[in-house]
């Protein structure tokens, strides 16, 4: 049960809310923050490549909102409609406050699990999905971005965050024994070719990136000669399956593959609206394939310097000032 959101600093210090865990941390009135769990300074990779997406007059759909920071910088820049969710309504008295705290409105949906969230939100489609910090919580990464393929819009923009280890081979590394870390959600890491394969299995192209390493922000490698982190992706929604030369299994999964065509709702993805969204010109050290129109992750990860400590606004903490 939501309660109600807390009109003064008074408020605030007398409700509940000022003793509950925060993910994020956020400013309610003025100099007033409810503190969250992150180092202030450990960057917030999806914030900043959502700011290359152009979303004002568009719809927009948030995956796995927590207490809606990302929701509130949507509807700040003018986002059309700001569709926030999550698993289950968990902090639903923290959105409310943030919402009243930064003079915002967007919808919420308690989706639960995501295997089949293009089912659960049919026909509702989108410009701009964000689809950060859930991949590594749930058993079937591939299963849950195919599902979410389904709403984005032709020509739309989706930002995808996940865990990662610098590996040139098509792996995951699973969190046996608690080995990548305790947190008890969390399953797989992706090597970054696997993510950049599995983006474009899904007809989703890189276009944009950022990534920082685990090691270099003081989080220590959670397993000795794992060089872990976290990467951020700006892909765009394409017509057709994405291949490199002479990959003929791309073109097969497409008429062989029971999962492809159908944990996507691929007749649904291709006839929604197509989308006007642009997107601004990429982060420094992003490299470009020579065969597409998109970026290749592998070779970006190793151009580009692991992010270093962020500023606030690039970073898990909302201000009243923020507007992106
Ligand atoms: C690490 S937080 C990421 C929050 C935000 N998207 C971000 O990137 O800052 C993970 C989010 O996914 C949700 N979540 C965790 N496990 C999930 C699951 N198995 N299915 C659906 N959502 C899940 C959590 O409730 C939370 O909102």
């Not at 109600?4 to 600093?9: F, N």
């Not at 406050?97 to 915002?104: E, L, P, R, W």
């Not at 089949?116 to 950060?132: C, E, G, V, W």
């Not at 400590?309 to 903490?317: K, S, T």
């Amino acid at each position: 049960m939501s309660q109600p959101a807390p009109a003064t600093p008074e408020e605030f210090y007398a409700s509940p809310l000022s003793q509950a865990p925060w993910y994020y941390s956020v400013e309610l009135f003025p100099g007033v923050v409810a503190r969250g769990s992150f180092p202030d300074d450990l960057p917030m990779l999806p914030r900043k490549l959502t700011r290359h997406a152009e979303v004002a007059g568009q719809s927009c759909l948030d995956i796995g909102s927590m207490e809606g920071l990302l929701p509130t910088l949507l509807a700040r820049r003018g986002a059309a409609r700001v569709v926030a969710t999550d698993a289950v309504p968990h902090c639903a008295s923290r959105m409310a406050a943030v919402k009243q705290s930064y003079g915002v409105d967007f919808e919420f949906a308690a989706v639960g699990l995501l295997y089949d969230l293009h089912a659960k939100l049919r026909p509702q489609s989108f410009d701009f999905i964000n689809f950060s910090g859930v991949l590594y919580h749930v058993y079937s990464p591939l299963m849950a971005l195919a599902s979410v393929r389904s709403l984005l819009r032709p020509g739309g923009l989706m930002v995808v965050s996940t865990n990662i280890f610098h590996d040139d081979g098509y792996r995951a590394e699973f969190n046996a024994g608690g080995r990548l870390q305790p947190e008890a959600n969390t399953f797989w890491y992706l090597s970054v070719p696997l993510f950049d394969y599995m983006l474009r299995m899904l007809r989703l192209a890189p276009i944009d990136c950022l990534h920082f390493e685990h090691e270099g922000l003081g989080l220590t490698p959670p397993v000795p000669g794992l060089r872990s982190g976290y990467m951020s992706v700006l892909c765009q929604a394409r017509e057709d399956l994405l291949p490199t030369g002479g990959d003929w299994y791309l073109q097969a999964l497409k008429e062989h593959s029971w999962e492809w065509a159908t944990l996507t709702d691929w007749a649904a993805a291709d006839q929604h609206p197509r989308s006007a969204i642009q997107a601004a010109a990429p982060y420094d050290g992003v490299v470009r394939r020579d065969d597409l129109d998109a970026i290749d992750l592998w070779a970006s990860v190793q151009n580009q310097p692991s992010h270093g400590p962020a500023v606030a606004r690039d970073a898990h903490q909302l201000h009243l000032v923020d507007t992106d």
